[in-house]
């Protein structure tokens, strides 16, 4: 990453735009590249585990490092406004794998559940919906027990009650929140957003049982009632499917356990877009195998393929996943694997599996 990215003063800082379940005060830096998400020290010292754990790190957001944000803080309220102090920015340096030394916000703060978390700390990711034209969001809290072993008995009891009343218990997972977008034509007073979104809070998917949830799943993908995809949503479902059996067989290989952490799916939604995404991609990796079989250039048929900063090759973006949230994740050798979460995710896949047939 270039050292230029990494410098930037906190007025030009912007909130997260495509928060959808619980993550107000979670910020942007300019490029939009960098997510700066306030929070305790256990998430950084989980992220900062990670590094050991190679098979794990493919299913996550990039960690590139922590920062303090100061000690002076203010709150960001849960409606998502972010307080921030005085014009006065001290230098801060972020750690972690390679990150260069940063000017960044002095404080901030995070909501968890509507309440308020004060922190003077945070941890700088990757933004995973950088690169989509329309990205549509879907967040998955994972686990049929929702609390750590440090969670106080009456916290213990409020989860349970939330899990026993909603898909988490029956199947370790429930609909947290999403977006989806619907068309710049669409009725703006019929729930839809001034740039084409639909908005889901977690009271939305806390409606569902095991009988109707696959229809949360179904209205993610926009699909008609008892249809069955077809054309690039078949295909982006069916990565979804591969990706979380890839993800269940790393997670059935290591010893952990992340209460409360979430799955977030990440797609084009803009239909055009995502055809065109489909049709590049398929360029690239022709032009890749011409390259392989015939000459060291490779090239689509409309110039030279493109690439990153560092020399990687850029696919389109068109469907990611990744497990976000973990204040409360730690790794746990000798306890197995994490069944409270694989139990969700074997759960998901078997619902995304219904929706293709």
Same mark, same amino acid.
């Given at each position: 990453?270039?050292?230029?990215?990494?410098?930037?003063?906190?007025?030009?800082?912007?909130?997260?735009?495509?928060?959808?379940?619980?993550?107000?005060?979670?910020?942007?830096?300019?490029?939009?590249?960098?997510?700066?998400?306030?929070?305790?020290?256990?998430?950084?010292?989980?992220?900062?585990?990670?590094?050991?754990?190679?098979?794990?790190?493919?299913?996550?957001?990039?960690?590139?490092?922590?920062?303090?944000?100061?000690?002076?803080?203010?709150?960001?309220?849960?409606?998502?406004?972010?307080?921030?102090?005085?014009?006065?920015?001290?230098?801060?340096?972020?750690?972690?794998?390679?990150?260069?030394?940063?000017?960044?916000?002095?404080?901030?703060?995070?909501?968890?559940?509507?309440?308020?978390?004060?922190?003077?700390? +945070?941890?700088? $990711? /990757? =933004?995973?919906?950088?690169?989509?034209?329309?990205?549509?969001? !879907?967040? &998955?809290?994972? *686990?049929?027990?929702?609390?750590?072993?440090?969670?106080?008995?009456?916290?213990?009891?409020?989860?349970?009650?939330?899990?026993?009343?909603?898909?988490?218990?029956?199947?370790?997972?429930?609909?947290?929140?999403?977006?989806?977008?619907?068309?710049?034509?669409?009725?703006?007073?019929?729930?839809?957003?001034?740039?084409?979104?639909?908005?889901?809070?977690?009271?939305?998917?806390?409606?569902?049982?095991?009988?109707?949830?696959?229809?949360?799943?179904?209205?993610?993908?926009?699909?008609?009632?008892?249809?069955?995809?077809?054309?690039?949503?078949?295909?982006?479902?069916?990565?979804?499917?591969?990706?979380?059996?890839?993800? +269940?067989?790393? $997670? /059935? =290989?290591?010893?952990?356990?992340?209460?409360?952490?979430?799955? !977030?799916? &990440?797609?084009? *939604?803009?239909?055009?877009?995502?055809?065109?995404?489909?049709?590049?991609?398929?360029?690239?990796?022709?032009?890749?195998?011409?390259?392989?079989?015939?000459?060291?250039?490779?090239?689509?048929?409309?110039?030279?393929?493109?690439?990153?900063?560092?020399?990687?090759?850029?696919?389109?973006?068109?469907?990611?996943?990744?497990?976000?949230?973990?204040?409360?994740?730690?790794?746990?050798?000798?306890?197995?694997?994490?069944?409270?979460?694989?139990?969700?995710?074997?759960?998901?896949?078997?619902?995304?599996?219904?929706?293709?047939?």
């Amino acid at each position: 990453m270039m050292a230029d990215k990494n410098s930037f003063h906190k007025s030009q800082l912007i909130a997260l735009d495509h928060v959808v379940a619980g993550h107000d005060g979670v910020l942007l830096d300019p490029s939009g590249e960098i997510v700066v998400k306030p929070c305790k020290q256990s998430e950084i010292d989980f992220y900062e585990s990670t590094l050991a754990h190679p098979d794990f790190l493919p299913h996550i957001p990039t960690y590139m490092g922590r920062i303090s944000l100061g000690s002076d803080t203010t709150v960001a309220q849960a409606a998502g406004t972010l307080i921030l102090p005085g014009e006065i920015v001290p230098d801060l340096t972020p750690t972690g794998p390679g990150i260069a030394g940063a000017t960044l916000i002095e404080n901030a703060w995070v909501p968890s559940n509507g309440g308020k978390i004060q922190t003077d700390l +945070a941890v700088m $990711l /990757e =933004n995973l919906v950088a690169g989509y034209k329309k990205p549509n969001v !879907l967040d &998955v809290k994972l *686990g049929a027990r929702l609390w750590a072993d440090d969670a106080p008995v009456a916290k213990r009891a409020q989860l349970d009650k939330r899990a026993d009343e909603t898909t988490s218990k029956p199947l370790g997972f429930r609909i947290e929140g999403m977006k989806t977008y619907q068309g710049v034509d669409t009725n703006a007073h019929n729930g839809i957003t001034a740039d084409g979104y639909r908005l889901y809070d977690r009271m939305y998917g806390r409606g569902f049982n095991i009988d109707t949830v696959p229809e949360g799943f179904g209205e993610y993908f926009r699909l008609v009632k008892n249809d069955k995809p077809e054309g690039p949503i078949r295909k982006v479902i069916r990565r979804f499917i591969d990706d979380l059996k890839a993800m +269940a067989h790393v $997670l /059935e =290989n290591e010893e952990s356990r992340m209460y409360s952490t979430s799955l !977030l799916f &990440v797609y084009e *939604g803009d239909q055009e877009t995502l055809q065109d995404a489909f049709l590049t991609e398929k360029d690239i990796i022709a032009s890749l195998n011409d390259s392989a079989a015939e000459t060291e250039e490779s090239s689509n048929g409309n110039g030279t393929v493109e690439v990153d900063e560092e020399g990687r090759i850029k696919f389109p973006s068109i469907q990611s996943l990744k497990l976000i949230d973990f204040a409360h994740a730690e790794w746990t050798p000798g306890q197995g694997p994490d069944e409270n979460v694989l139990y969700g995710i074997r759960n998901v896949i078997k619902i995304l599996s219904g929706l293709v047939g």
